[in-house]
């Protein structure tokens, strides 16, 4: 009578992680009916809080490990990949099929090369060059510090040991930006917007719009030698190699 | 016209990209119409600010779906932590929302997959990444699941006699041991487990007396 289906069926009721073994078709029958059953529990469908934390923090290192270099707020390119992966996307779903991570690209470093290596996704100035705009030293973990190279306004942000740069103007009618640091947000004189430091609008800042305010744009930085890039119109810097 | 509603108090630390919401909620589109096709499905166009928020937005969604697939909570917390722990080395958290969900919905589909295939060697579940699957995984978590599992228990437990149904209901619905199932029904241990056997042979659409030695 305690067959492997029993001692499994029992301790799936009893909340417990079944054993493995090898299961026929009426096993299969009986435990996806008894799954079925036991997905009323909605108490058990929830995370604990525990599992929620701990995860939490096990992503959270491993994030830290690995940099996902941002690409630059390329609208018009990110529009059109988006679109297209869209598209591949449905074609996938209809098939029961994802092949590859269509939406999303793995961080690729090394090589050597503090610059993006899929310039594709980014819009960049057709006369941009990377500009030294502070040493790592400078920008400490949790360390925020603005950047003006005329032609082109910011702030860097790093945490979690990633390195960030947005725009320093405003998405709603182009004023310039200044550092609430209290709150850890960007927030616009002219009307009270509101942005996080990766560049996030804030919908709790009082301000509101009809529909939405953009993000603030993305500028590629990079850190190579000691130093902190950005990548904007100019002549060459002197850091370019 | 079934709906993707997207909440802003999904998103505590506010969403990039964001299309704010009327009245708490961003009705994003529509999936099929009957009788004439599937239209595509328009995902939700908002923005995660970081993995964080992805994690934050996701975890319950992600665990509520393994739960309703392996029915226990120690399976459905490895294989949430696989979805993330395999997801998140590819995100790139300019994706939008759908897209966001739609990855993390294949890799769940994949994870699950080999789940099984390692535990019994079958696909004993599967995740069915279409409309409505996005559609019930978009929906809220404060929102769960109760309709469409009671639905689906209700329809199982529809044909069953009334001592199968109770001892179904009070092992696996209710989470009684044997021992409180049985003593629920004021019958034996080992009756109560002869009840489940033969109950879950028939509500799995098995002849329940195959093999029994004859109806009792």
């Not at chain 1, 305690?2 to 299969?28: H, I, M, Q």
């Not at chain 1, 709150?183 to 996080?196: E, I, Q």
Request: aromatic share 6%; charged share 25%; hydrophobic share 40%.
């Amino acid at each position: 009578m305690t067959s492997a289906l029993d001692r499994y069926l029992t301790r799936l009721s009893d909340g417990k992680r079944p054993k493995p073994f090898a299961a026929s078709d009426e096993d299969v029958a009986q435990i996806s009916t008894a799954i079925e059953l036991a997905a009323f529990r909605a108490d058990h469908a929830r995370p604990t809080e525990a599992f929620v934390s701990c995860l939490r923090k096990r992503l959270a290192a491993e994030q830290s490990r690995v940099l996902i270099p941002q690409p630059a707020a390329a609208v018009s390119a990110r529009r059109r990949r988006f679109v297209r992966a869209g598209l591949i996307g449905a074609a996938a779903f209809s098939t029961g099929l994802v092949t590859e991570p269509l939406l999303f690209r793995r961080t690729r470093t090394g090589g050597g090369q503090g610059a993006p290596e899929e310039p594709e996704e980014e819009v960049r100035p057709v006369h941009g060059t990377w500009h030294k705009v502070a040493t790592s030293a400078q920008l400490a973990e949790g360390a925020v510090m603005d950047f003006d190279l005329g032609s082109m306004a910011g702030y860097l942000h790093r945490s979690s040991g990633r390195l960030r740069a947005v725009s320093a103007t405003c998405t709603h009618q182009a004023c310039r930006l200044g550092l609430d640091a209290a709150r850890s947000m960007l927030v616009c004189p002219c009307h009270g917007a509101a942005f996080t430091l990766a560049g996030a609008p804030q919908p709790a800042s009082g301000y509101r719009t009809p529909g939405s305010l953009p993000p603030l744009p993305r500028i590629p930085v990079r850190e190579r030698l000691g130093d902190i890039e950005v990548y904007a119109p100019g002549p060459h810097s002197p850091a370019e190699a | 016209m079934r709906r993707l509603r997207l909440r802003s108090e999904e998103f505590p630390d506010g969403p990039v990209d964001q299309v704010r919401p009327e009245e708490g909620g961003v009705p994003v589109q529509a999936a099929g119409k009957d009788g004439t096709g599937t239209q595509p499905v328009q995902l939700p166009t908002a923005v995660y600010p970081g993995w964080e928020a992805i994690y934050e937005d996701n975890v319950a969604r992600i665990h509520r779906l393994m739960y309703g697939k392996v029915g226990n909570r120690p399976d459905a917390e490895d294989l949430t932590s696989q979805v993330f722990v395999t997801a998140l080395k590819s995100l790139r958290t300019t994706a939008t929302v759908g897209e966001v969900r739609a990855y993390l919905l294949a890799t769940a589909r994949t994870v699950l997959a080999g789940h099984w295939q390692r535990t019994l060697g079958r696909q004993v579940t599967v995740i069915d990444v279409d409309a409505a699957d996005l559609d019930e995984y978009a929906q809220p978590p404060a929102a769960q699941p109760a309709s469409r599992a009671g639905e689906h228990a209700t329809h199982i437990l529809a044909g069953l006699s009334e001592r199968h149904r109770r001892i179904l209901v009070l092992r696996f619905m209710l989470g009684y041991s044997i021992r409180e199932a049985a003593a629920e029904m004021d019958i034996s241990v080992a009756n109560a487990k002869v009840l489940q056997h033969r109950a879950i042979r028939k509500a799995a659409g098995m002849d329940v007396y195959a093999g029994q030695g004859g109806p009792r």
